[in-house]
């Protein structure tokens, strides 16, 4: 199974700002990762798929990156409205596996 | 618009058993891989298990092997997750979601979630 790391645990961010979230791989997953957004009392939504394709309507300071183990998600000016949990996704191989997500707080 | 709307969640006894379904809409529903996908209160997402177009073919994660199964009806654009000796540890937010090729991919959209709840 592979695992996938999500760091940090918690970003503390002001809305203006850049925000940098990471996720690794326990093996290579080539460029088969997908990221999601969730906010409280919702499902989540896919953002980028295949590491760096933003899916239809997402705005495109969602700007996903990496290949192999690492691979990032930068959200390069920071809306009110991006605070949110942030999950990474590998289809490499079966099991599906996520990341432990990554809570983005406000400042 | 590609729509996916789970029922059938509800309280149940551990050791019992419960059918999700997740009708879907806006799509051609035979064309594509679907899966489910729970979230146990507070925590993060687990993927439970995937279903080809055909359904031919089936994975699961090893947490519900041999406990649930997958099954879908093209004739009604109907996915299922039947559900059987459930633990306390099933409990969760599931989630039905759409692949974007035959056999699997990532997950877009998602349905907004039935809750599961075992215990006595």
């Known amino acids: 199974e592979i695992v996938l790391t999500q760091s940090p645990a918690t970003l503390s961010l002001s809305p203006g700002e850049r925000a940098t979230l990471s996720c690794r791989a326990s093996q290579s997953i080539s460029s088969y990762l997908a990221w999601y957004q969730q906010k409280p009392g919702q499902a989540p939504r896919l953002l980028i798929y295949d590491a760096s394709n933003r899916a239809t309507g997402i705005p495109a300071r969602f700007i996903g990156s990496g290949s192999g183990t690492d691979f990032t998600l930068t959200i390069s000016s920071l809306e009110p409205e991006d605070f949110a949990v942030y999950y990474c996704q590998q289809r490499s191989s079966w099991p599906i596996t996520f990341g432990q997500g990554t809570r983005l707080e406000i400042k | 618009e590609v729509q996916l709307l789970e029922s059938g969640g509800g309280l149940v006894q551990p050791g019992g058993s419960l059918r999700l379904s997740c009708a879907a809409s806006g799509f051609t529903f035979n064309s594509f891989a679907v899966g489910w996908v729970r979230q146990a209160p507070g925590k993060g997402l687990e993927w439970v298990s995937t279903i080809s177009y055909s359904a031919e073919s089936t994975s699961y994660a090893d947490s519900v092997k041999g406990r649930f199964t997958i099954s879908r009806d093209n004739s009604k654009n109907t996915l299922f997750l039947q559900m059987n000796s459930l633990r306390a540890e099933d409990t969760a937010t599931y989630y039905c979601?759409?692949?974007?090729?035959?056999?699997?991919?990532?997950?877009?959209?998602w349905g907004q979630g039935t809750l599961v709840t075992v215990s006595s």
């Open positions: 979601a759409k692949h974007p090729y035959s056999t699997g991919g990532w997950f877009d959209p």
